[in-house]
């Protein structure tokens, strides 16, 4: 499944940098398509679409690469190429302005200046968010875990806690995120299982809370092993 998507997205990069480096496609371009005709000239005659289609190889590529380095068992070379993936992003938007027509720009590129600010803030606040770690409180009943993809569960729905010194084998993160050994959200397992994580880091033992109903399993940890097991043992102290 990952391999899919991966190829999908190398692919329809590909795709997309072709059409807009050889076939006259640079109404792709966010920011070309809202400006003038007399701009858009501008900009075509500078070679725009040259400039973005070759930077959407490059991120086909870079993309390819994380993915191939970590089947050969690189350590979170997917993560990193993801993060070199958004760096060459921010570094092709500022390198981009040189396209921009001399005088002062329309409204209608002003605006779409204004809409691209907005909406890599935007993404920079949800990745710092989701990144955050999880909250675990133990209340009298029930634990509470917030933030992103946060969630709630009574003790006695639990049917097992167990320690584990060894994450199963993930295949696919289908809601969630990853940068590097922090794993939070929605993940599918190798076993065609789906469970909801809460990692902090890679450091064992990582805690496995299952439940007597079909509800997903939980696997979370601590900020380092002692506070994990800890954490372990006053969880099994509550069940009943």
């Given at each position: 499944?990952?391999?899919?998507?991966?190829?999908?997205?190398?692919?329809?990069?590909?795709?997309?940098?072709?059409?807009?480096?050889?076939?006259?496609?640079?109404?792709?371009?966010?920011?070309?398509?809202?400006?003038?005709?007399e701009?858009?000239?501008?900009?075509?005659?500078?070679?725009?679409?040259?400039?973005?289609?070759?930077?959407?190889?490059?991120?086909?590529?870079?993309?390819?690469?994380?993915?191939?380095l970590?089947?050969?068992?690189?350590?979170?070379?997917?993560?990193?190429?993801?993060?070199?993936?958004?760096?060459?992003?921010?570094?092709m938007?500022?390198?981009?302005?040189?396209?921009?027509?001399?005088?002062?720009?329309?409204?209608?590129?002003?605006?779409?200046?204004?809409?691209?600010?907005?909406?890599?803030?935007?993404?920079a606040?949800?990745?710092?968010?989701?990144?955050?770690?999880?909250?675990?409180?133990?209340?009298?009943?029930?634990?509470?875990?917030?933030?992103?993809?946060?969630?709630?569960?009574?003790?006695?729905?639990?049917?097992?806690?167990?320690?584990?010194?060894?994450?199963?084998?993930?295949?696919?993160?289908?809601?969630?995120?990853?940068?590097g050994?922090?794993?939070?959200?929605?993940?599918?397992?190798?076993?065609?299982?789906?469970?909801?994580?809460?990692?902090?880091?890679?450091?064992?033992?990582?805690?496995?809370?299952?439940?007597?109903?079909?509800?997903?399993?939980?696997?979370?940890n601590?900020?380092?092993p002692?506070?994990?097991?800890?954490?372990?043992?006053?969880?099994?102290?509550?069940?009943?």
């Amino acid at each position: 499944m990952e391999t899919f998507v991966v190829g999908f997205i190398v692919i329809m990069l590909a795709v997309l940098a072709t059409i807009i480096r050889f076939f006259g496609g640079e109404m792709l371009i966010s920011g070309y398509n809202t400006s003038s005709p007399e701009e858009r000239a501008y900009m075509k005659e500078k070679g725009i679409g040259r400039f973005v289609g070759n930077y959407m190889y490059g991120l086909a590529a870079i993309i390819l690469a994380g993915f191939l380095l970590k089947k050969a068992g690189v350590p979170y070379a997917q993560d990193i190429s993801w993060v070199v993936f958004i760096v060459v992003i921010l570094a092709m938007v500022i390198r981009a302005r040189r396209f921009a027509p001399p005088g002062p720009p329309s409204p209608q590129r002003r605006r779409s200046l204004w809409l691209s600010l907005v909406i890599v803030v935007v993404v920079a606040v949800l990745v710092a968010w989701n990144a955050l770690p999880a909250g675990i409180e133990l209340e009298d009943s029930h634990a509470v875990i917030s933030g992103a993809y946060g969630t709630s569960f009574k003790y006695a729905e639990i049917e097992q806690v167990q320690l584990l010194e060894e994450l199963p084998e993930i295949s696919l993160r289908t809601n969630g995120v990853s940068l590097g050994p922090i794993n939070k959200g929605n993940f599918k397992l190798e076993d065609g299982g789906s469970v909801l994580m809460f990692l902090r880091n890679g450091k064992p033992p990582f805690i496995l809370i299952t439940f007597d109903s079909d509800r997903k399993p939980i696997i979370l940890n601590s900020g380092d092993p002692a506070s994990t097991k800890q954490l372990y043992q006053e969880l099994t102290a509550r069940l009943p």
